[in-house]
């Protein structure tokens, strides 16, 4: 990719990510009353539910703090990273040390589930919080909430069985690739041994368990033995979370200076995209059975805001590390349907859901799975990878 084009890409995304995808949380997701975010925002920005999405509170506090650690120390970033902070410190723990998914505006719980992810966004928020404000007691918190999910890893009888085992016995792709994600970032600020082994085992098992190269697919579900089970839970195929594996695979390779490792998860990469992209109308599906049969997802033929920004940057990073044009041309080809589809351009931010064709089908802006977090996390890594692209000697 020739520099001058790389440096109007840079320049291009920095743009989008400080004049249109920022602005509009700062302004219409900060809760000044009860502190926290709100994430349940329309087109323009209005509030249409006060629920608050524990995840979110920790994605945010996450964010807005990496942006302070990486892009700028403006204090409008940082007052946003503790207004998160301060709401999931205060409100989003239950008395077992647990986490709840969602809870009311002013932080009465509403649910709790099973799965660990409110505790592991917790993490990484609690780590990047602790090195944008020096709060010695966030990092402690990152390491303790940390420790509690590995050892629900290690010993799940904590953790109630969403199928019963005693029929069927199955493992999920989220578990092992969120943790390595979570271990990721938090390896990055606090440098302790103990994370290097865990980064492995998890790299390890979505490699040797869950890809199989034979049926060109990272699967979602698996059985307890890493067998494909014929189920259309155990066929499912999700190619958004597969790029995004993959690209968390690739930089595990780059730490490891592991050529195989990222050579595994460039074919990840391949493969999703050649399961999931949609040959009739461009896009990722969003969900796929790997034998073609009907998936169970009603909404499997959906285009979400999610695997895009991850496959933008998966490309990226693809084409960084193999220099192979196909991945220059993919990427092309995901940002001209991306930023053709998904942007507003009378108030900002993305649309998140699109019909298969492309077309609107829904105009909300933020919900409990959608806020500050994929595409500003997707636009800083574009950014800093293209930065690294500017410096490589072999940019002509």
Partial sequence: MEKKRIKYLYDFYKQNLLENVIPFWTKNSPDNKYGGILTCLDQKGNIYNTDKSVWFQGRAAWMFSRLYNTLEKKDEWLDAAKLAYDFLIKYCFDSDGRMFFTVTQDGRPLQKRRYMFSETFAIIACAEYARASGDKAALNKAREVYDMVIGLYKDPSGIAPKIDTKTRSVRSLALPMILLATTQTLREIDPDPGYEGLAKEFSDIIVNDFFKPSRKALFETIGPCGEILDTPQGRCVNPGHSIETAWFLMHEGMYRNNRDLINKAIQILDYSLEIGWDKLYGGILYFVDIEGKPPEQLEWDMKLWWPHTEAL?????????????????????MHDW???????????????????????????????????????????????????????????
Avoid: C, Q
């Fill in 338 to 396: 991306v930023f053709s589809h998904f942007p507003d351009r009378d108030f900002g931010e993305w649309f998140g859901y699109l019909h298969r064709d492309g077309s609107l089908s829904n105009t909300l802006k933020g919900s409990m799975w959608k806020g500050p977090f994929h595409i500003p996390r997707s636009f800083l890594l574009i950014m800093k990878l293209f930065e690294n692209m500017m410096l490589d000697n072999n940019a002509t």
């Fill in 313 to 333: 940057y998966a490309l990226l990073l693809a084409h960084h590390l193999t220099g192979e044009e196909k991945y220059e041309k993919w990427y092309d080809k």
